[in-house]
């Protein structure tokens, strides 16, 4: 898909900030230093916009519009406020997606989708499964059932221990037998880790 432009003229520090992000954004950033500079751009290719599109621009820049005011997406004038909406739409979802993903050892765990992945192999996890994950993760300690009772299931000491140890062993199971891999989630005397 061929990305559309977005045409800055005297937005300096707009485009400065956009230039940090543009491999994320779903337009290109074309800088002018002002109206003349831009119109001589346009008339010296006049291929890259439509006959009516070119005198709708000039028409507009020779209104004398503030330089500041002027923007184009998709080589037609568009208000400040619009372009920033698109702006600030592409950069929830790119936090959205940062965020939702989380690397493990060599794997990733995707928030969004459930999913554990490693190259292009995918393995669906339960909440509870994710849970377990990122606990065992976020930490360098060693977890034991009655820590993980407490810490992921909310339960007191007096439940007995059989829910989180079936957990992590249909886990454990899971990963040995998607990835081939018995040493994700390992165990000792102080208790479970990501190995």
């Given at each position: 898909?061929?990305?559309?432009?977005?045409?800055?003229i005297?937005f300096?520090?707009?485009?400065?900030?956009?230039?940090?992000?543009?491999?994320?954004?779903?337009f290109?950033?074309?800088?002018?230093?002002?109206?003349?500079?831009?119109?001589k751009?346009?008339?010296?290719?006049?291929?890259?916009?439509?006959?009516?599109q070119?005198?709708n621009?000039?028409?507009?820049?020779?209104?004398?519009?503030?330089?500041?005011?002027?923007?184009?997406?998709?080589?037609?004038?568009?208000?400040?406020?619009?372009?920033?909406?698109?702006?600030n739409?592409?950069?929830?979802?790119?936090?959205?997606?940062?965020?939702?993903?989380?690397?493990?050892?060599?794997y990733?765990?995707?928030?969004n989708s459930?999913?554990?992945?490693?190259g292009p192999?995918?393995?669906k996890?339960?909440?509870?499964?994710?849970e377990?994950?990122?606990?065992?993760n976020?930490s360098?300690?060693?977890?034991?059932?009655?820590d993980?009772?407490?810490?992921?299931?909310?339960y007191?000491?007096?439940?007995?221990?059989?829910?989180v140890?079936?957990?992590?062993?249909?886990?454990?199971k899971?990963?040995?037998d998607?990835?081939?891999?018995?040493?994700?989630?390992?165990?000792?005397?102080?208790?479970?880790?990501?190995?």
């Amino acid at each position: 898909m061929i990305k559309q432009n977005i045409f800055f003229i005297n937005f300096d520090s707009l485009y400065e900030i956009l230039v940090e992000i543009k491999d994320n954004l779903p337009f290109n950033i074309v800088k002018f230093k002002d109206v003349e500079d831009f119109l001589k751009t346009l008339n010296s290719n006049p291929n890259n916009l439509l006959i009516s599109q070119r005198q709708n621009l000039k028409s507009l820049l020779n209104k004398g519009i503030n330089n500041k005011n002027i923007l184009c997406f998709k080589d037609i004038p568009l208000s400040i406020d619009k372009v920033m909406e698109l702006i600030n739409i592409q950069l929830v979802k790119l936090k959205f997606n940062h965020q939702s993903k989380v690397n493990i050892k060599q794997y990733e765990l995707n928030l969004n989708s459930k999913f554990f992945s490693q190259g292009p192999m995918n393995l669906k996890l339960t909440e509870k499964e994710i849970e377990i994950i990122l606990y065992l993760n976020n930490s360098k300690n060693k977890h034991d059932v009655l820590d993980l009772q407490k810490n992921i299931w909310k339960y007191s000491a007096e439940i007995e221990t059989h829910t989180v140890e079936t957990h992590i062993y249909r886990l454990r199971k899971k990963i040995s037998d998607k990835f081939d891999d018995e040493f994700f989630i390992l165990s000792d005397k102080n208790g479970y880790f990501i190995g």
